[in-house]
């Protein structure tokens, strides 16, 4: 749609996950550069400087190339995407990151930024299989020296998204503002809305035998007593027992607060105990725990873990399929409704309570477009016809628990022209976009103009979307 400027969107495709990185110098050569016309290549001899300041930031030309990288490691095709409009979007990135430096609104504290990069690292260890691969990817010498150049990404991409977010935080659309940019686009220019599923779902969790449970927590009482009265290291024993892949590389460890993102029960063991306790063991949704506590810093707690989970034997699953089967007779009888049967009998808080509703985690509405639909989950519900009850299907997570589940598309929605009525709430994130883009771009004209910003070199040729050589 020409409403929106294709050059400030052609970045929005990169990951969580992509950064800039420094690289090694190389030595440049002098030639004459048109327009936006620095290409994605990595042939040239050139000395890697610094080729912009942002405020309190710089970015280096090897930092484009890294951008390539990054978008090639994902599968995204960098055919026409310029070295111009990279550098674009990382002053864009760094623009924010500077302005949220100025602003006392926004804090962004060492300790979430800590727990943020144990995560992701144990993400891109999974990803790439070991450090040793990982520095090398990253041209890093140490895990020391690499650690703290991720950590200082972090801050900047966390910062860069908080300033972002606050810019349009208080930018709101009216219906007849959705209606008004509805009725300019012209009609052959309406977007196609691919087809679109709505889905329920019925869980049934096999029921873990009392004897597996309490094999579990007896494992976990004896590395707790091992440690108390042996002094054995309670960091080696997670590395060698725990099951959860989040900490167990790092010996267990983690950094919290009372707002960080863990469940209820594991934050109210945490907080209550004193420094070099270890807990009683203690259930969750995950497993079986023992905490010891490292260090209480304030309102914030050092804490190693250990997480084991009872296993799932082939009776436990052979009485789950039954009970599904049962459910899915009575379902089909018409003995019960699929929502009634969700509500009663699903294992599944989110979606029990709204009759087994599934909701589409990136929109946070009812629909999934077919092609945008998770790969395992299209395979089981694309050919159902509404209404339709699937078979029982055996799913396991990323966790490794198994569960089956039963699957009904309560409707469909064949792929057409955007239909004001039928459509309203795509086209209303359409228009609140739209929107939110210009109230980016007028902040943006504004902080440019207030920041010390120096281009150098032959990107001062580029054809920027932005005013960044504030002409």
């Known amino acids: 749609m020409k409403f929106i400027n294709k050059k400030n969107l052609i970045i929005t495709i990169f990951s969580l996950f992509a950064f800039s990185v420094g690289a090694q110098e190389v030595i440049q050569e002098e030639a004459p550069v048109k327009k936006d016309s620095v290409k994605p290549v990595f042939k040239r001899k050139k000395v890697d400087g610094v080729i912009a300041t942002i405020g309190d930031y710089i970015i280096l030309d090897s930092d484009i190339d890294m951008e390539y990288i990054e978008l090639s490691s994902q599968g995204v095709s960098i055919e026409g995407i310029t070295r111009c409009q990279l550098l674009g979007k990382l002053m864009e990135d760094k623009l924010y990151a500077h302005q949220a430096l100025q602003d006392s609104t926004i804090v962004v504290k060492d300790a979430e930024i800590s727990n943020m990069m144990e995560e992701r690292m144990t993400y891109m260890m999974e990803q790439i299989g070991s450090m040793d691969k990982l520095l090398k990817f990253y041209n890093k010498k140490s895990e020391e020296e690499f650690r703290s150049f991720f950590f200082d990404v972090l801050k900047q991409n966390k910062l860069a998204t908080d300033m972002r977010n606050k810019v349009v935080e208080n930018v709101e659309i009216t219906p007849e ?265 007028k902040w943006s004209n504004e902080k440019i103009q207030e920041s010390y910003i120096r281009i150098n070199g032959e990107y001062r040729n580029c054809d920027f979307s932005n005013n960044w050589l504030k002409k």
Do not use: C, W
Not at 196 to 210: R, T
Not at 284 to 306: A, M, N, P, S
Not at 309 to 319: A, G, N, Q, W, Y
Not at 403 to 423: P, W
């Open 177 to 441: 503002e959705v209606r008004t940019f509805f009725k300019k686009i012209p009609t052959d220019e309406l977007p196609i809305f691919g087809a679109e599923l709505e889905l329920s779902q019925i869980v049934i969790d096999p029921k873990v035998s009392q004897e597996e449970k309490q094999k579990v927590i007896d494992k976990l009482l004896a590395i707790r007593k091992d440690v108390l009265e042996n002094g054995s290291s309670f960091s080696t024993r997670a590395v060698l027992y725990s099951q959860d892949p989040g900490s167990r590389s790092q010996g267990g460890f983690y950094k919290m607060n009372r707002k960080t993102p863990f469940v209820k029960e594991f934050k109210d063991v945490a907080f209550s105990l004193n420094e070099g306790e270890i807990s009683m063991p203690f259930e969750t949704d995950f497993g079986y725990h023992i905490i010891l506590v490292e260090k209480i810093k304030g309102q914030e707690v050092e804490l190693r873990h250990i997480l084991m989970t009872p296993k799932i034997t082939d009776e436990d699953l052979r009485e789950a399929k039954e009970k599904i089967e049962l459910i899915r007779s009575r379902i089909v009888a018409g003995e019960l409704t699929f929502a009634e049967a969700a509500r009663s009998m699903s294992d599944e808080k989110e979606t029990r309570n709204n009759g087994g509703v599934i909701l589409n985690p990136k929109t946070l509405d009812t629909r999934f477009e077919l092609t945008k639909m998770d790969p395992g989950l299209y395979t089981q519900v694309s050919n159902l016809t509404p209404n339709q009850v699937s078979q029982a299907v055996l799913d396991e997570d990323q966790k490794g628990m198994k569960k089956y589940k039963l699957f009904m598309v309560t409707n469909r929605i064949d792929s057409h022209v955007a239909d004001y009525a039928v459509d309203y709430v795509k086209i209303k994130e359409l228009a609140l976009k739209e929107k939110q883009f210009d109230a980016i771009g």
